[in-house]
């Protein structure tokens, strides 16, 4: 699930819309937005891009300051901060989103997708949904990002659901979904916050961890592994969210400003990692790093175990109307593909 992991929803941030215009349309306003997103990597070539842009257009009057690179800590860090007034907003990847509405994460259920159009169809018909709840949490949810398609990587080879009960696999400590997972697997968990990961990877205290290949690119995960399997275990997106009490300090005209930045940033935002994911891939491959081959056999034992997570997670982190929906706006998209 990762950094970046992460990150996602160009200066989605801009959500702008919605706020109240209370502020002074001369007045000038700084929102501060922290991510696991490393300087310089994709997601912050766009989210910085969309920054000058709203500077330029709202002339000065509203600048965002990234904290990149989990200068502020991990996600969870980045909620409590936010409600605590310390930071504005921050980019995050669906861990950090669960943080403030754990149902989200029905859009991230291991297994649950097999192609990026069902993700696209399935969370566009989710994600108003999710965005009401966000509001009554007293947050702005921005556009989806997404980190990507999720694999294992590992440093020793992994082709059975055996190979995986002997690595000491990463696990998100705030990740319910692939800590439930892990355990219907038998799997052994070790809880690290992301910026642990690397350090972890060098001293072996982990083996393996789950990633984008963009993500293991940019966070440097692949100088430390040698395999990635074929077999996705889940798609990872993200986005922005800001405290609508930050967004009262924008006037109407700077919220408007804001949000049609965002929404013309964001597919382009996706266009982009889904290339460079790809792009990644190949990089991995030339450094040295083998992409296994999953045997079907494993595929079908990790669809089974995961198909009884979904339905056992139902009541605890999303509602079972909420993985009703997902089941049904992906089995209305199969249909139409037939």
Same mark, same amino acid.
């Given at each position: 699930?990762?950094?970046?992991?992460?990150?996602?929803?160009?200066?989605?941030?801009?959500?702008? !819309?919605?706020?109240?215009?209370?502020?002074?349309?001369?007045?000038?306003?700084?929102?501060?937005?922290?991510?696991?997103?490393?300087?310089?990597?994709?997601?912050? #070539?766009?989210?910085?891009?969309?920054?000058?842009?709203?500077?330029?257009?709202?002339?000065?009057?509203?600048? +965002?300051?990234?904290?990149?690179?989990?200068?502020?800590?991990?996600?969870?860090? $980045?909620?409590?901060?936010?409600?605590?007034?310390?930071?504005?907003?921050?980019?995050?990847? @669906?861990? *950090?989103?669960?943080?403030?509405?754990?149902?989200?994460?029905?859009?991230?259920?291991? !297994?649950?997708?097999?192609?990026?159009e069902e993700v696209d169809?399935?969370?566009?018909?989710?994600?108003?949904?999710?965005?009401?709840?966000?509001?009554?949490?007293?947050?702005?949810?921005?556009?989806?990002?997404?980190?990507?398609?999720?694999?294992?990587?590992?440093?020793?080879?992994?082709?059975?659901?055996?190979?995986?009960? *002997?690595?000491?696999?990463? #696990?998100?400590?705030?990740?319910?979904?692939?800590?439930?997972?892990?355990?219907?697997?038998?799997? /052994?968990?070790?809880?690290?916050?992301?910026?642990?990961?690397?350090? @972890?990877?060098?001293?072996?205290?982990? /083996?393996?961890? $789950?990633?984008?290949?963009l993500a293991a690119v940019?966070?440097?995960?692949?100088?430390?592994?040698?395999?990635?399997?074929?077999?996705? !275990?889940?798609?990872?997106?993200?986005?922005?969210?800001?405290?609508?009490?930050?967004?009262?300090?924008?006037?109407?005209?700077?919220?408007?400003?804001?949000?049609?930045?965002?929404?013309?940033?964001?597919?382009?935002?996706?266009?982009?990692?889904?290339? +460079? /994911?790809?792009?990644?891939?190949?990089?991995?491959?030339? #450094?040295?790093?083998?992409?296994? #081959?999953?045997?079907?056999?494993?595929?079908?034992?990790?669809?089974?175990?995961?198909?009884?997570?979904?339905?056992?997670?139902?009541?605890?982190?999303?509602?079972?109307?909420?993985?009703?929906?997902?089941? =049904? $706006?992906?089995?209305? $998209?199969?249909?139409? =593909?037939?």
């Amino acid at each position: 699930m990762m950094r970046m992991t992460k990150v996602l929803g160009p200066c989605a941030v801009a959500l702008a !819309m919605l706020a109240s215009p209370a502020a002074a349309d001369d007045k000038k306003v700084e929102l501060r937005i922290a991510t696991l997103a490393p300087a310089g990597s994709p997601w912050m #070539q766009v989210l910085d891009k969309a920054a000058a842009e709203i500077k330029t257009t709202s002339k000065g009057r509203v600048t +965002l300051k990234y904290f990149a690179g989990g200068q502020q800590g991990d996600e969870r860090d $980045y909620v409590r901060k936010i409600k605590l007034g310390q930071l504005d907003g921050a980019a995050v990847t @669906s861990i *950090g989103l669960s943080l403030i509405e754990e149902s989200i994460r029905v859009l991230e259920v291991p !297994m649950m997708f097999k192609t990026v159009e069902e993700v696209d169809y399935v969370a566009d018909k989710m994600w108003p949904h999710f965005q009401a709840k966000f509001e009554q949490k007293g947050f702005r949810l921005s556009d989806r990002g997404e980190v990507g398609w999720i694999y294992f990587l590992s440093k020793e080879k992994v082709e059975t659901i055996a190979d995986l009960k *002997g690595q000491k696999i990463w #696990q998100w400590g705030d990740d319910a979904l692939v800590g439930a997972m892990f355990k219907k697997l038998a799997l /052994n968990g070790v809880p690290l916050g992301v910026p642990e990961v690397d350090s @972890s990877l060098t001293s072996g205290r982990i /083996n393996a961890a $789950y990633g984008s290949p963009l993500a293991a690119v940019a966070l440097q995960w692949h100088t430390k592994i040698k395999y990635m399997t074929t077999m996705p !275990m889940s798609f990872a997106i993200g986005a922005t969210v800001v405290s609508l009490e930050s967004l009262k300090k924008l006037s109407a005209e700077d919220q408007k400003t804001v949000e049609e930045i965002s929404r013309s940033g964001t597919k382009k935002l996706r266009k982009v990692i889904r290339k +460079l /994911n790809e792009d990644s891939k190949t990089t991995m491959t030339r #450094q040295g790093i083998m992409i296994v #081959q999953t045997p079907a056999s494993t595929v079908e034992e990790f669809a089974k175990q995961a198909a009884v997570v979904q339905q056992e997670l139902a009541g605890k982190v999303y509602s079972k109307a909420e993985l009703e929906m997902v089941l =049904k $706006y992906r089995d209305e $998209y199969r249909a139409k =593909k037939k």
